[in-house]
Nanobody, 123 residues
Framework: QIQLSESGGGSVQAGGSLRLSCSVSGYPKYMYCMAWFRQVPGKEREGVAYIDDYGTLNYADSVKGRFTISLDTATNTLSLQMNSLNPEDTAMYYC?????????????????WGRGTGVTVSS
């Protein structure tokens, strides 16, 4: 059973940085995807960044060049470094994982989720 728990959200001014962390347990050694999503009330959840067991990375166009996803397999920690934040990045951020994925992580359906951590960016 995969379990995830986020931390690191908070408030920051535009142009600032935040680092989100997600403690992950129970994931397989191979063939997995992990990701960060975000959601604003009243809007659909948006995939932000993805990583697989090969280290393949994918990002939403809205965050390319500003956000970096990484996975530390020694500590089982999924991270999202967010730089040059703007008010449009304000959202609840969720980490997610899915085992046995054969295709692209950005196309996968995720069944394991954390509870989320809030990010607020003020102008």
């Amino acid at each position: 059973q995969i379990q995830l728990s986020e931390s690191g959200g908070g408030s920051v001014q535009a142009g600032g940085s935040l680092r989100l962390s997600c403690s992950v347990s129970g994931y397989p050694k191979y063939m997995y995807c992990m990701a960060w999503f975000r959601q604003v009330p009243g809007k659909e959840r948006e995939g932000v960044a993805y990583i697989d067991d090969y280290g393949t990375l994918n990002y939403a166009d809205s965050v390319k060049g500003r956000f970096t996803i990484s996975l530390d397999t020694a500590t089982n920690t999924l991270s999202l470094q967010m730089n040059s934040l703007n008010p449009e990045d304000t959202a609840m951020y969720y980490c997610a994982a899915e085992p046995r994925v054969r295709g692209a992580c950005y196309a996968a359906v995720y069944n394991y989720w954390g509870r989320g951590t809030g990010v607020t960016v003020s102008s």
